[in-house]
């Protein structure tokens, strides 16, 4: 939406005086003129993004919440470009920025959570490989989060990979347990078979029960 030089000039340079940042917006305006391209919709007393640009971020964001509108059919955004562009956060390097740091934390869980759909509805549609890539986007950017754990594990159950489960939900297991001291909830643990949970057989204690066997015809 448009907003007031004065506004614009003060955010963007909180740190000098106003008559400075006035004069550091102007100079911006007239650098971004000499680029060829109308970016910046300029009058007296406003400024505004052109309405001819195509922002990125926009397009990211109502892609996330159509995702997230689960009655809402996606199957026209459910491709490796949509994955790509949920995978990326906001503005990463401006982190000592504050006036962008609230943005960022609502970005970064906008697309974590339209990622983890993304995930559930290529689950449901039995397109398993790109479920898990989504699965995993979501996973590495947030790997505490236990909700990008569990639809990843429930896409590789969905394929039949119950090995690739089981080794996500130890994943998460062990990253919760170092990083927080903190079991996978009731909910996850009830994705694997119980006695699978934390177990790990030797060599040695499989070849016993193979010798058991044996004997035993």
């Known amino acids: 939406m448009p907003r007031t030089r004065t506004y614009v000039a003060g955010t963007l340079w909180p740190d000098v005086t106003a008559s400075r940042a006035h004069a550091n917006l102007r100079s911006s305006l007239w650098r971004a003129t000499r680029t060829g391209h109308q970016v910046i919709d300029a009058c007296t007393q406003e400024l505004a993004i052109s309405k001819r640009i195509n922002v990125d971020i926009h ?16 199957d026209d955004i459910l491709t490796a470009q ?24 609502q970005y970064h869980e906008l697309r974590l959570y339209a990622l983890e759909a993304m995930t559930e509805r290529l689950t449901a549609a039995g397109r398993h490989g790109e479920a898990v890539a989504a699965g995993l986007a979501a996973v590495r ?52 078979p119980p006695h699978t949970e934390g177990a790990t057989r030797s060599p040695q204690g499989v070849r016993s029960s193979a010798a058991q066997r044996a004997m035993s015809w």
């Open 59 to 74: 397009e990211a964001a109502r892609r996330a919440h159509r995702l997230l509108d689960m009655p809402r059919s996606c």
């Open 82 to 105: 949509t994955r790509a562009d949920l995978s990326a956060d906001l503005l990463p390097e401006w982190s000592e920025n504050e006036w962008v740091l609230v943005e960022q934390e």
């Open 141 to 192: 950017a947030e790997p505490l989060r236990e909700s990008g754990h569990r639809v990843l594990v429930k896409a590789h159950l969905a394929a039949g990979n119950r090995g690739a489960a089981l080794r996500q939900y130890e994943q998460c297991r062990s990253v919760l347990l170092d990083e927080l001291g903190l079991e996978p909830s009731q909910t996850l643990r009830n994705l694997v």
